[in-house]
């Protein structure tokens, strides 16, 4: 069973009418067509099953101007993880504060993914630390 640490108060998509869907930036629920549509390729990585980007159409452009704004500030992309130093072999993800839009390094896809489904911040990945330890500990007690 796995710890589940960031719970929603919502379900993302409104499963009583399926025709709108929480937007994870402004927590507002929105009708389906404020939302874009997911590539073919991104649709494997998605977790709520819909075809929908995770954000609302202005929501969406707003962090993507951001992003564009950010990126012309870092430097030119790293051919390792800057966490993991795996070499990164496909296009390396920008990893960047949410709150300020400041740049933090280049990660590959793994790392990215994983920081960020941890919440963004310390504080997720201390809960996810803690709860992996105690885990850990408990299994080398009992061997």
Same mark, same amino acid.
């Given at each position: &069973?796995?710890?589940?640490? @960031?719970?929603?108060?919502?379900?993302?998509?409104? !499963?009583?009418?399926? /025709? *709108?869907?929480?937007?994870?930036?402004?927590?507002?629920?929105?009708?389906? #067509?404020? @939302?874009?549509?997911? *590539?073919? #390729?991104?649709?494997?990585?998605? $977790?709520?099953?819909? %075809?929908?980007? *995770? =954000?609302?159409? +202005?929501?969406?452009?707003?962090? /993507?101007?951001?992003?564009? =704004?950010? %990126?012309? !500030?870092? +430097?030119?992309?790293?051919?390792?993880?800057?966490?993991?130093? !795996?070499?990164?072999?496909?296009? +390396?993800? &920008?990893?960047?504060?949410? /709150? !300020?839009?400041? @740049? =933090?390094?280049?990660?590959?896809?793994?790392?990215?993914?994983?920081?960020? *489904?941890?919440?963004?911040?310390? $504080?997720?990945? $201390? =809960?996810?630390? %803690?709860?992996?330890?105690?885990?850990?500990?408990?299994?080398?007690?009992?061997?």
């Amino acid at each position: &069973m796995q710890l589940d640490l @960031f719970a929603n108060d919502k379900p993302l998509v409104n !499963t009583d009418t399926d /025709e *709108s869907k929480i937007c994870i930036e402004c927590k507002e629920e929105v009708h389906l #067509s404020n @939302f874009y549509v997911l *590539s073919k #390729s991104k649709l494997k990585y998605k $977790e709520d099953n819909t %075809k929908y980007h *995770s =954000r609302c159409k +202005p929501c969406y452009l707003k962090n /993507e101007t951001a992003k564009q =704004r950010i %990126k012309k !500030t870092a +430097p030119p992309p790293s051919k390792s993880c800057d966490c993991c130093g !795996t070499p990164i072999h496909i296009k +390396p993800n &920008m990893d960047h504060d949410h /709150e !300020t839009l400041t @740049f =933090r390094g280049w990660l590959c896809y793994r790392c990215n993914s994983g920081i960020g *489904s941890l919440g963004d911040n310390v $504080e997720g990945v $201390e =809960r996810a630390l %803690k709860y992996l330890k105690a885990h850990y500990e408990q299994h080398r007690t009992t061997s």
